[in-house]
C-alpha cells in the first residue's frame, strides 16, 4: 500500500498520499480512512506532495470521506498540493470544498 498514515494525539491522521491516487488505489485509500474514522478520527490531512496522479475515482473516495467525517464535525484539508494535483484541483474546483495549506504544518495548526 502507498498511503503512509502519521496519527496524532490531537486526534488529526495525516495521510501521505505517494505517488498517485487512482482507480488503482482508491479502494484501499477509502477502507484506511473508514478505520481511522471508526478508531474516533475527525480530522484528515493528506499530504500530496509526492503525488503525480489523482483521477475522478480518486478524488471519488475523497469526498466519501469528507461525506463520513462533515456529518461528525471533522475536516478533510489537503496540504502540499503538487502540480498536477492543483490542476485538478483547479479543473473540478475541489477548491470549494477542501480547504488547501502550503505544507502539513500549516494544515495540522488550521485544524488544532
Known amino acids: 500500500m502507498s498511503f503512509v498514515l502519521e496519527s496524532n494525539a490531537d486526534g488529526t491522521t495525516i495521510v501521505h498520499i505517494g505517488k498517485a491516487l487512482d482507480f488503482r488505489n482508491a479502494a484501499d485509500f477509502k477502507k484506511l480512512c473508514q478505520d481511522q474514522v471508526r478508531n474516533g478520527v475527525r480530522n484528515f490531512i493528506l499530504d500530496f506532495s509526492e503525488t503525480g496522479i489523482l483521477d475522478s475515482?480518486?478524488?471519488?473516495?475523497?469526498?466519501?470521506?469528507?461525506?463520513?467525517?462533515?456529518p461528525l464535525n471533522g475536516q478533510v484539508v489537503f496540504a502540499s498540493v503538487s502540480r498536477p494535483v492543483q490542476v485538478v484541483v483547479q479543473l473540478t474546483r475541489t477548491y470549494k470544498?477542501?480547504?488547501?495549506?502550503p505544507s502539513v504544518d500549516a494544515a495540522h495548526k488550521s485544524l488544532a
Not at 97 to 101: K, N
Open 57 to 70: 475515482t480518486g478524488l471519488g473516495s475523497i469526498f466519501s470521506l469528507y461525506r463520513q467525517v462533515s
Open 97 to 101: 470544498v477542501f480547504r488547501q495549506f
